[in-house]
Structures are given as structure tokens and as C-alpha cells.
């Protein structure tokens, strides 16, 4: 029942049913009911013809029984009481007319003669006399022992009446027999004789026997015909009472069932025919129809099979009418339009809007493509670029700007790259070349070649535009095997561009697990610093004039669950490229100024250097930081020292002067840390709120080497001296470095030295026993043995 076809030939066939069920049910019940009342009329006309046959017997009867009575030999013998010639010639008589019972009654009714001696002896004939003066062809009926009886009853008259002759006719199954022969129905005359006696005369079988008047159900006399059952079958019943003297008597006609409603039957049978014929020409008609109007319902299910699965080349004709045809070419016009449309989602779903290029998921699919198709026989080379500044150049020229910026840098990619190249902007401000048949070399050159191309002579809107960008390259198959490891590690390889500055970077192997290092310890960092894993460690300062430890440097370490100790040196960098330097020295800070509370407390005064990352010093936010947590821990100001970077400052001069001013009238101390790797103007440096400079540890480890590294440390401690700046020298690891610092008077000595880095409750004990034993060194060889004791107390 799904398809259509099956649902207009099930409507075809069901309206051919209901129609014809309903006719065939009026015409037949018509036919039947008109049936049954002509058979009912036949039956009531019947009945007046059968009542009109009795009657009629009757006056034959009669005349027969008034000539015996006047024959005179009849007479005579009457007369005579002569009652062998009576009943002789009585018996004659009756054989001539048919009579089956004769009697001769006085004038009172009593018996004086009879031919049935039963009766005579058992009847009751005197009551034939009470309607002895009734017309002659009103039947008279009355039950005499076994039998009913029609009688005729005749005076005997010489002249005067000297008797009664009756003449009676047994009411039996052949006079039924001919009344049903007259009407052509079975007949039954019920006769109800006095004392609840009745006589029964049928011409159909009775189950109970004639004497059963229960055998035959009566309808009600002189009303409708009815159907009733008798003998195991149904019949047809019309009864009427006979208009007669004597016992009443009951006329029954009855019609089979069967045979009055033959002529029904025969047109039942007959329409069911015809019908079952119209069913069957409908149901061919229904399929001829079905499969005709079908057809084209299903040229078009298949059309839109084809435009489901994505099939918009072939057109739509279908046969059938006109709407038909304009459906088809409603059809053709949709499946234009969703290809059309489809090719524009297509299009913008593989192509960025802005520089109608590649996006990412058309190049996942170019790269799968040629790697399926060989790929590794000649290489494949990705180069991943990058505008760096893309930002700065929407914030500072608009938006506007920026997205010209990218078309004319997709443009100029577009224009210098080989016709098998694939370009593609995957990222706000990334460009992918793909590049078949690469080796190592090529794609280094290519990636510098493609640098050079954005960058020269980059104008728009009449401003010149410098354009800083990075470069990332990895090979196929030396750097992976799959689309996505190479788009991830043509990711790391610029990464690894951006953090060491340089324009290209190639990937290389380990890489990947250094980057997911890094993404780990860039996580694991801030659950450190929120659940205080962090530790500091504190390396003592020598004031060298004083020979005395004063001050000391808190540098921060943590040890991961995992990994182990991890070095400053690398986290710290992480930490300021990612947003998270600010709550690194908010942690750093508090753990340093919260332990210069504790060892005042113990009675040890000492000053302390606390590093700053490179953001820190431009946050405005700062300084009320720093001076909330000195209140709370009852450390005086003077004695904090932040040590910054030269790049730190650089990055917005005033801001960062500003800042440090703030804290600088409250007491704190500002430290220039690894003075000399910088790239800071004198003038700038002028101009700092600075108390010391600290020179690089790397001038201080190549002293011993050369007069060049001797010179640069002589400059740097002369220049600070002339600036009123004190002078920190880190990294101070050998007594060559020492005897020079001392020689140049240099302030303060940091380095392995004098000690390596100290957990806090070591600090007051080793600070105890250097402001013991240095003090009293009074000559270069025996601060050197001094020290060397001081850095094995140290480290034991």
C-alpha cells in the first residue's frame, strides 16, 4: 500500500466495489421485497380462489344431498323407519356424489341411521340442525371423532319433515390436494372442532402428523404473509378463515421459501456475475490507469533519486498531461538552481571569501589527493607564511586596510608561485603553498624567494607598509606521512620560526615533542602557580668593598610531578609569550617579600632582587601590587630591588619610567638585569630610575680569555660608576673574575663562586658565616680560600 500505483488501483477498485455493492444491495433488496409481495399477493389471491373452490364444492354437495333427500323410495323407507333400506339406499347415494359420512336425524337432531357407526354412537350431530336453514353454499364444517367434516344437511318432507339427511365429507389430504392443485401452493385447512379438538388437512410432510396442529405455525388470520417454518423448511404463509357455519375452520397457504425467492436468486446470482466481471475489467482498467498515470511519478521519483545523489546533468521529460510536463520542467528548474546553488556552497565551503583562495579543508583534500597519487617518489614541500604585524595594521590603519593587505599578498603569492603550486590562506593571517616535487633546498629558497615577494614594496592607500612575516617549511615524506602531521608540523616549524626570530625555519625531527612539552608545561604552569608548586631559591650577593653577603637574588624553580625539574629558562619565556608572566611575578613577588618578613623577624636584614618578566614593568597594576604585599609582611621598601631588561623597557620607554617612578618614590630599587645584550640608547639609559646595572653573565665568563671581554666589562663598570649606578657583576665562577672585578671596583660579586642558589633556611647560616670569614680576608689568596669554603658549605 506504499507506492501510488497500488493506492489509485486499491481507489479504483474500492469505488468499483462501493458502487456496485450498493446497487446490487438495492436492486436485490428491491427485487426481494418486490418478490416476496407479489408471492404474498399470489397467496392471498390463492386463498380467495381456494375459499371460492369450497364453496362452490359446497353447492354441488348441497344439490346432491337435497336430491337424495326428495328421491321417494328415500322417502318411503324413511317413513317406513325401514333402516336397512335406508342406510342402503343412503350408502348408495353418498358412493354416487362422494360423501364419506351419512346420517339421518329426527326432527329433534337425534341420530336415527348412520354409515359411520363410531359417530353414531360417539358424535354429537344434533348441532347440524342449528344452521340447517343457511345458504346452500356456505360451507359447514364440523370434527366427528378421527376426522373433520364438511356436511350438507336436507329436510325429508312427505310433505311435512319427518327427518334430517346429512351428508358429510371428510376434510382431508385430498381435498387440500386440490385446492393446492387449483392455487399452486401447499395448502392446510385447520379445522378447531368443539373441546380444543382439531383437525389438521396438509398437503406438505408434517413432522408431528396431521393431528398436529403445532406442526404448522399460523400467521395471524387475515393478515400480512409471514414467513414461518415447517417441516425443517421456511415457507411463505397466508391464512385465512373460511366464512362458514359449524367448527371454525382455518385455510393455510404456504409457498417454499425457496421457490418464491428462485426469481431473486437467479438475479443475485446473475449481478454477482455481472459485478465480479465489472470488478475484474475495473481492476485491468485500475492497472492500465495505475501504470499510465504512474509512470511519469515515476520518471520524476527517479529524477529526484538522481538530483539526491548529487546527478544534475540530465534533464526531466515525462509523458503524460500537462501538469505532468509542468512538474518536469518545475523539476528541471530546481535541480538548475540547487546545482547552482550547491557549486556557490561548494565553492565558499573550499574557498576563503576574502581572497577567494584555498581554505584549509580544500588543501586537506589536495594534499590527500597527491599523497594518494605518489606523492612520495618526488616529494612534497609546504610552506606555511605568516604576517606577523596583520594585527597592528588593523588597529592602527582599520580593518579596511588589513583585508587589502591580504589580497594583495594572496595576489602576489598567486602571481610567483608554479602553475602545479597550490596556494591557500588557512588561518587569519596565514598563507600555505603547496608545492610538488620539493626537495630541502628548493623549499628553504622558495620560502625566502616567497617572503621577498610580500615584503618589497608593499603600498596601499598611499602608505607604505613594512610587513613582518615568518615563514614555516616540512616535507613529505621526510616530516610525515599523513595530511595531518604535516599540517601540524608545518605549524611547529613556524613556531620555531617566531621564537627564534628568524624568517624560515624547516622542521625538524623532535620538534613535535618539544612543542607538546611546551603546550604541557604552558598548562601545567598555571595549576602550578594555583596550587603554590612553585619554590624559591635565593643566591647570595658579596658587597665587595665590605667583603660582606647584604643582599641576595630569589630565583624562582619548579619541579614537575612528571617531568622533573623544569629551568627557568624555560618556563619563564612561556610564560611571557603566553599571557602568563604577570601571574608568575605575582607568585614570585609574594613567596620573596613574604620570606623578607620572616628572616626580619629572625633578626636577619638583607636586601633582595626579585626579577620581573618583560610585560610586568608596563602593567599599571604594578606597583599597587608590590606595595600591598610589603605593608602585609612589614618589609620595608628600600629593601626590594626589581630587576628588569633592557628590551623590557624599550618596549614603551615612558610607560615603563612611569611605573617605575611609582615604586621608585616609595622606596623601591630598580636593577637593569643583563646590561649589555641589549640594544638601549645611552640616552634612554639617562633617563631610567635605575640604581645598579648587572652585567651578563656572559662578559663575566670570558674574561680569562681575551682583552676584548676585559675591556667591555672595564667600560660597562666605568660607564655605571660615572652614572651613579652601582655595578652587579653575575656569573662570577673562577678566581680570575673575581681578582678583576675587585681590581675594577666593581660593587657587588654573584656566582658560583660564593655560592650556588640557597633553600630559604639556609640562607641565615651561610649569611653568618660569609660575613665572618670575609671580612677578615684581608688578602686576595685568602678571600679566594674563603669563598671556595663558603661555596662548600654551600653545596654540602
Known amino acids: ?220 388470520p387475515g393478515g400480512a404473509p409471514a414467513i414461518v417454518g415447517a417441516g425443517g423448511e421456511e415457507y411463505l404463509s397466508s391464512a385465512r378463515r373460511l366464512d362458514g357455519r359449524g367448527d371454525s375452520v382455518e385455510l393455510v397457504l404456504l409457498k417454499p421459501l425457496q421457490d418464491v425467492l428462485a426469481p431473486y436468486r437467479e438475479l443475485r446470482d446473475d449481478m454477482l456475475l455481472i459485478d465480479s466481471a465489472a470488478l475484474l475489467v475495473a481492476a485491468l482498467i485500475g492497472a492500465i490507469l495505475g501504470r499510465s498515470a504512474t509512470r511519469p511519478i515515476g520518471e520524476l521519483m527517479l529524477a529526484a533519486q538522481r538530483i539526491e545523489r548529487g546527478q544534475y546533468d540530465t534533464a526531466v521529460a515525462v509523458s503524460g498531461g500537462d501538469e505532468f510536463r509542468r512538474l518536469a520542467a518545475t523539476f528541471n528548474a530546481m535541480q538548475r538552481n540547487i546545482a547552482t546553488r550547491e557549486a556557490d556552497i561548494s565553492y565558499h565551503a573550499y574557498h576563503d571569501p576574502l581572497t577567494e583562495l584555498p581554505n584549509r579543508a580544500l588543501v586537506a583534500r589536495r594534499l590527500e589527493t597527491l599523497l594518494s597519487d605518489g606523492g612520495n617518489e618526488s616529494g612534497i614541500g609546504l610552506v606555511l607564511i605568516e604576517l606577523r604585524n596583520l594585527r597592528e595594521i588593523n588597529g592602527s590603519l582599520g580593518h579596511q586596510v588589513g583585508d587589502d593587505v591580504l589580497r594583495e599578498a594572496a595576489r602576489r603569492l598567486q602571481q610567483n608561485v608554479a602553475s602545479a603550486d597550490t596556494v591557500a590562506r588557512v588561518g587569519e593571517a596565514q598563507f600555505l603553498m603547496i608545492v610538488p616535487a620539493c626537495s630541502t633546498e628548493r623549499a628553504l629558497l622558495y620560502a625566502e624567494q616567497l617572503a621577498a615577494v610580500i615584503r618589497s614594496g608593499f603600498q596601499l592607500a598611499g602608505v607604505s607598509l613594512d610587513l613582518r612575516l615568518v615563514c614555516g617549511v616540512c616535507l613529505y ?149 608590590i606595595l600591598e604585599q610589603l605593608r602585609r609582611h612589614g618589609v620595608d621598601s628600600t629593601s626590594l630591588v626589581l630587576e628588569i631588561t633592557e628590551s623590557a623597557v624599550m618596549r614603551d620607554p615612558h610607560l615603563a619610567v612611569r611605573n617605575m617612578q611609582l615604586l621608585r618614590i616609595a622606596g623601591v630599587r630598580f636593577s637593569i638585569d643583563d646590561f649589555g645584550t641589549g640594544h638601549s640608547s645611552l640616552s634612554q639609559l639617562s633617563l631610567l630610575p635605575v640604581d645598579e646595572l648587572k652585567i651578563d653573565r656572559s662578559f663575566i665568563s670570558q674574561v680569562g680569555k681575551g682583552e676584548v671581554e676585559v675591556t667591555i666589562v672595564t667600560s660597562l663598570i666605568e660607564l655605571a660608576h660615572s652614572m651613579g649606578l652601582r655595578v652587579v657583576a653575575e656569573g662570577v665562577e673562577d678566581a680570575t673574575a673575581w681578582n678583576l672585578l675587585r681590581r675594577l671596583g666593581c660593587d657587588y660579586a654573584q656566582g658560583y663562586l660564593i655560592s650556588r642558589p640557597l633553600a630559604a633556611p639556609l640562607v641565615p647560616r651561610f649569611v653568618s658565616d660569609a660575613n665572618q670569614l670575609l671580612p677578615e680576608s684581608d688578602s686576595t689568596v685568602r678571600q679566594i680560600r674563603a669563598l671556595e669554603e663558603l661555596a662548600g658549605r654551600s653545596t654540602g
Request: zero cysteines; glycine letters at 8%.
Open 1 to 220: 500500500m506504499a507506492s501510488f500505483r497500488k493506492r489509485l488501483l486499491v481507489l479504483i477498485i474500492g469505488l468499483v466495489i462501493v458502487t456496485q455493492t450498493v446497487t446490487l444491495a438495492a436492486v436485490l433488496l428491491s427485487t426481494r421485497q418486490t418478490v416476496e409481495a407479489r408471492a404474498a399477493e399470489q397467496l392471498r389471491s390463492g386463498g380467495t380462489l381456494a375459499e371460492q373452490l369450497i364453496r362452490f364444492r359446497a353447492g354441488q354437495l348441497a344439490n346432491g344431498v337435497a336430491v337424495l333427500a326428495a328421491d321417494f323410495g328415500f322417502r318411503e323407507a324413511v317413513a317406513s323407519g325401514d333402516k336397512p333400506t335406508i342406510l342402503s339406499a343412503a350408502r348408495n347415494n353418498a358412493q354416487r356424489i362422494g360423501a364419506d359420512l351419512v346420517l339421518l336425524l329426527d326432527r329433534h337432531g337425534r341420530t336415527l341411521a348412520s354409515s359411520a357407526p363410531g359417530v353414531d354412537g360417539g358424535g354429537s350431530p344434533t348441532s347440524l340442525l342449528e344452521d340447517a336453514d343457511g345458504e346452500r353454499d356456505q360451507p359447514h364444517f364440523r370434527v366427528f371423532g378421527a376426522h373433520a367434516y364438511q356436511f350438507f344437511v336436507a329436510p325429508v318432507r312427505t310433505p311435512e319433515t319427518i327427518a334430517w339427511v346429512a351428508m358429510g365429507f371428510v376434510v382431508d389430504e385430498a381435498l387440500a390436494a386440490r385446492v393446492r392443485d387449483l392455487v399452486g401452493s401447499q395448502v392446510a385447512i385447520i379445522t378447531h372442532g368443539a373441546g380444543g379438538l382439531t383437525r389438521i388437512a396438509a398437503t406438505l410432510p408434517l413432522a408431528g402428523g396431521a393431528a398436529d396442529a403445532a406442526a404448522i405455525p399460523l400467521p395471524a
Open 477 to 625: 615524506p621526510e616530516h610525515g606521512h599523513s595530511v595531518d602531521e604535516l599540517l601540524r608540523r608545518v605549524q611547529i616549524a613556524l613556531a620555531v620560526a617566531k621564537e627564534a626570530s628568524n624568517r624560515v625555519a624547516m622542521y625538524r625531527s623532535g620538534l613535535e615533542e618539544e612543542h607538546r612539552r611546551r603546550l604541557t608545561l604552558m598548562t601545567d604552569l598555571r595549576q602550578a602557580i594555583n596550587q603554590d608548586q612553585l619554590s624559591l631559591v635565593y643566591q647570595p650577593k658579596v658587597t665587595m668593598a665590605s667583603r660582606s653577603v647584604k643582599s641576595l637574588e630569589a630565583l624562582v624553580r619548579w619541579t614537575h610531578p612528571q617531568l622533573g625539574a623544569i629551568s627557568p629558562a624555560e618556563f619563564v619565556p612561556l610564560a611571557e609569550r603566553h599571557g602568563g608572566s604577570r601571574r608568575l611575578t605575582n607568585w614570585v613577588l609574594a613567596a620573596a617579600i613574604r620570606q623578607m618578613g620572616e628572616w626580619r623577624r629572625l633578626g636577619v636584614e638583607l636586601d633582595l632582587a626579585v626579577n620581573l618578566s618583560a610585560p610586568d614593568i608596563l602593567d599599571l597594576d604594578l606597583s599597587d601590587a
